[in-house]
């Protein structure tokens, strides 16, 4: 029994590949020391027959009993199980279980012992060949980093990762796994982050950007400051949804269960009939074995997984079976503006000069003063000025009023503003009603003293692929396109034009937007709605699927949406509806297949030209068409 249990932990060990749980590796070994024995039991008692002559035939029969006990009877109790049970997903035990008490009573014990013991072995081979899918996900559930380098008194302590506090400093060296979500507090470097993003190319982080567990640093020492505690971070969360997900059950079981519930009886009529027919008992135990509903049971849990790992490498995370129920009826998209069509950045739109003002004196003006700010404004205005190479003033004497803007005081005396209308005016500049009437955005004015030089507009940046995310969902069916906003109407349809967004509606609070999807819906339509999950995540839950934008480092957002992004790439969008599609064509294409195999081999045993124990082999052919046609969805490559 001791070789037996070693032999099986190898065995073990050469399967799992450190894949299985606790509970699935507990399952495998057990499964392959019963196979084990089993076939020991079976290899003993032919020897005993054919080689030594069978001098007590009682001999080999207890020991092709004692495999029935312990290969067959398991089989049997579970198929019990599932004839009182709701669903069917044990209709495959009930078909072998009353095969193999068949095999019993005609005093078949090699067949009873051979039946299951092949299905079993079969089974583990399906297991560990859902086309690699798990694998995926089992991957990335291991890049949490489990050690830390903690920074005490200026010493490196090496320390569980589970133990760490907000607030304490860690160190990541160069090649070393960061274990916790953190800010930079010391040191540059890359960070390798596509297991969240699925981006390939490295993020630069320095002092005061964001890190976050699951990520890889690549080339500096940093000293990280820990924001959340190992069991909070953002990568543990994804990994809890990962674990549901993996257990997603499309909605097209449903149609399974259905299909069973006529199937077996069908299958047990056949049978009987085979067996009054050709009085061959051993004929109707073919049919029952090779009916075995393998491939029906994978028609939807294999696309699935397969779907789940495609998305997976793309950095989109899904949580639930709307994914195919919902998403591929969509007719209706709900974008929000800021931070998810644009970038939620301020930027330098537009430079009106007044009178005979020169557009670079007009910006060197503004950037004169501008460089001693932090605001918002000032910074984009900076940032595009030395884009451009344009030089200014930096020696002025700079003060910031607080509602108004800044002001900075030049060597000869001259006062330069760059701030609000009002404030300008306040000063003693007149700024023409007419001056800039059609200029879009916010606005800040440039003066000299009391000469207005011109104003400078300022306006989120529309992302670069929004406009072709736009019209690849008008290409996958969306018959309309909403854009929904909190800003001002004019801002607000400008980007919508620039996108090719049909309908715009803004001034909208959180609330608003809630509403707004709600009429946008109703019975009529089927509504996806797209946001950053933070102020959206009202908007998000009321639609028929909702998907958070860059969800990385947001609890808020990988809760609120049926799907994470976990990037801010708009063409993840069509990419995940046409990855519903391919899944609900994959299941609709998987049960074709089964039913027509499992016909297929129940009108060949009826005819005699299978037998039981070949029945046991050929039954999976079902199984690995389905697997086979799933795993197209992990190799076929998208559009978009």
């Known amino acids: 029994m001791e070789n037996i249990n070693n032999m099986a932990q190898n065995s073990l060990k050469a399967l799992s590949r450190d894949n299985l749980t606790e509970a699935g590796r507990r399952k495998l070994t057990k499964d392959i020391i019963c196979g084990i024995a089993t076939l020991s039991c079976l290899a003993v008692g032919l020897i005993y027959t054919y080689l030594l002559g069978n001098p007590y035939p009682i001999v080999p029969q207890l020991l092709y009993f004692i495999g029935f006990l312990i290969e067959g009877v398991p089989v049997i109790v579970t198929g019990v199980k599932g004839v009182f049970s709701k669903n ?7 078909l072998v279980g009353i095969a193999i008490i068949a095999c019993v009573f005609n005093e078949e014990l090699i067949l009873a012992l051979l039946i299951p013991l092949i299905l079993n072995v079969a089974h583990i081979l399906e297991e560990r060949s859902i086309m690699g899918g798990r694998d995926v996900i089992d991957g990335l559930k291991k890049m949490q980093q489990s050690t830390a380098v903690l920074l005490v008194d200026g010493e490196e302590q090496v320390v569980d990762a589970k133990t760490l506090k907000v607030g304490q400093q860690i160190v990541i060296k160069p090649g070393s796994g960061i274990p916790v979500d953190g800010a930079v507090v010391s040191g540059d470097t890359h960070i390798d982050q596509k297991s969240l993003t699925g981006e390939p190319q490295p993020a630069h982080a320095t002092v005061g950007d964001d ?10 020492r940093i000293v990280v400051e820990v924001k959340k505690e190992y069991v909070d971070t953002s990568f543990s969360k994804i990994l809890q949804l990962l674990e549901k997900s993996e257990n997603i059950s499309a909605p097209e079981s449903r149609i399974m269960d259905r299909f069973l519930k006529y199937y077996i009886p069908f299958v047990l009529g056949v049978a009987a009939a085979v067996a009054l027919i050709t009085r061959d008992v051993a004929q109707a135990i073919a049919v029952l074995v090779v009916s075995c509903p393998c491939g029906q049971m994978l028609v939807s849990s294999a696309p699935m997984i397969a779907a789940l790992s495609a998305a997976t490498k793309r950095g989109v995370l899904i949580k639930n079976s709307k994914f195919i129920e919902e998403l591929t009826e969509i007719d209706t998209v709900v974008f929000d503006k800021t931070g998810t069509v644009t970038k939620g950045e301020l930027a330098l739109t537009d430079a009106i000069c007044f009178d005979d003002t020169a557009p670079e004196a007009l910006l060197a003006a503004a950037a004169s003063v501008a460089v001693a700010s932090t605001h918002p404004v000032s910074r984009a205005a900076i940032e595009y000025i030395e884009a451009k190479g344009i030089a200014f003033d930096k020696e002025l004497d700079v003060r910031e009023v607080s509602g108004g803007g800044v002001e900075g005081t ?7 503003r760059f701030g609000r209308r009002e404030w300008i005016e306040a000063c003693g500049c007149t700024v023409p009603a007419d001056f800039a009437a059609d200029a879009v955005g916010s606005i800040s004015f440039v003066s000299c003293d009391d000469k207005l030089l011109g104003c400078l507009c300022f306006g989120d940046t529309v992302r670069d692929d929004a406009q072709k995310s736009v019209e690849a969902l008008r290409e996958l069916g969306a018959e309309r396109t909403v854009l929904l906003t909190g800003d001002r109407e004019e801002p607000a349809k400008l980007i ?5 967004i049909d309908e715009v509606y803004a001034r909208l609070l959180p609330e608003d937007k809630m509403d707004r999807l709600r009429a946008l819906g109703g019975e009529e339509h089927s509504v996806l709605a797209v946001g950053d999950g933070i102020n959206d995540a009202l908007a998000l839950r009321e639609a028929d699927v909702g998907i958070a934008m860059g969800a990385m480092g947001s609890d808020l957002a990988i809760e609120s949406a049926d799907i994470a992004l976990m990037n801010n790439n708009l063409m993840n969008i069509p990419f995940v509806v046409e990855l519903a599609k391919k899944t609900r064509r994959t299941i609709y294409q998987n049960l074709a297949l089964s039913v027509l195999i499992s016909v297929l081999m129940i009108a060949l045993s009826a ?16 199984a690995f068409a ?11 490559e998208s559009k978009y």
Do not use: C, W
Request: aromatic share 8%; no cysteine.
């Open 211 to 220: 890190v976050y567990a699951g990520t890889v640093n690549l080339d500096g």
């Open 410 to 416: 030049k060597h000869d005396g001259a006062v330069i």
């Open 607 to 622: 005819f005699g030209v299978i037998s039981a124990l070949a029945g046991s082999i050929f039954h999976n052919f079902g």
């Open 88 to 94: 069917l997903t044990n209709a495959m035990e009930i």
């Open 496 to 500: 919508g034009e620039r996108v090719g």
């Open 626 to 636: 389905v697997l086979l046609n799933s795993s197209r969805l992990l190799k076929s």
